[in-house]
T-cell receptor, first 115, second 112 residues
Framework: GAGVSQSPSNKVTEKGKDVELRCDPISGHTALYWYRQSLGQGLEFLIYFQGNSAPDKSGLPSDRFSAERTGGSVSTLTIQRTQQEDSAVYLC?????????????FGAGTRLSVL | EDKVVQSPLSLVVHEGDTVTLNCSYEVTNFRSLLWYKQEKKAPTFLFMLTSSGIEKKSGRLSSILDKKELFSILNITATQTGDSAVYLCAVAPGGATNKLIFGTGTLLAVQP
């Protein structure tokens, strides 16, 4: 596609429920990133996928968070048993192969509200 | 611990003013520094700087990097209301992951 696409744009859920957030990267981009932006905070790295390599999960805040990337394209971020502190904007970004440079292109994000 | 610090946290100016946004960083490895503009949700790329002393310019926006003093500035001249946004500074450390380390951003409000 022309840009990074994320869905849904907004998600309201109840504490304890599971949620799935979707990211469709720019066509041809092999690297995909998830970040979290809490109110008044900078973007916080969560997870990185590159091609068929094992993902870098070092930024995931707890084992309630997981992500997968199927077929080297679309990615899903799953948060199990959501808590109120999970409320944030979840941003996805993609880039060319890292050897091509670090510029990342972002989607519009999913605003998650946990009640 | 790698970190990026931006100042000021927020800024209110009038149309036509010139503003300077600051970004300092501490990282164990440095590859590049990037500036993004975030108006609603999606940060949009502005500049990438890798070498000291070379100004990047796009219209009324310009940026420069000082790798000795570990900082960068973003200048906006003749500000317009459309420049109102959060400006994010990020550093790309060397390494396999290429994750970006972001500052908390500067909120710029340009009043008519």
């Amino acid at each position: 596609g022309a840009g990074v696409s994320q869905s849904p744009s907004n998600k309201v859920t109840e504490k304890g429920k599971d949620v799935e957030l979707r990211c469709d990267p720019i066509s041809g981009h092999t690297a995909l990133y998830w970040y979290r932006q809490s109110l008044g905070q900078g973007l916080e790295f969560l997870i990185y996928f590159q091609g068929n390599s094992a993902p870098d999960k070092s930024g995931l805040p707890s084992d309630r968070f997981s992500a997968e990337r199927t077929g080297g394209s679309v990615s899903t971020l799953t948060i199990q048993r959501t808590q109120q502190e999970d409320s944030a904007v979840y941003l996805c970004a993609s880039s060319l192969d890292p050897a091509g440079g670090p510029i990342q292109y972002f989607g519009a994000g999913t605003r998650l509200s946990v009640l | 611990e790698d970190k990026v610090v931006q100042s000021p946290l927020s800024l209110v100016v009038h149309e036509g003013d010139t503003v300077t946004l600051n970004c300092s960083y501490e990282v164990t490895n440095f590859r590049s520094l990037l500036w993004y503009k975030q108006e609603k949700k999606a940060p949009t790329f502005l500049f990438m700087l890798t070498s000291s002393g070379i100004e990047k310019k796009s219209g009324r926006l310009s940026s420069i990097l000082d790798k000795k003093e570990l900082f960068s500035i973003l200048n906006i001249t003749a500000t317009q209301t459309g420049d109102s946004a959060v400006y994010l500074c990020a550093v790309a450390p060397g390494g396999a992951t290429n994750k970006l380390i972001f500052g908390t951003g500067t909120l710029l409000a340009v009043q008519p």
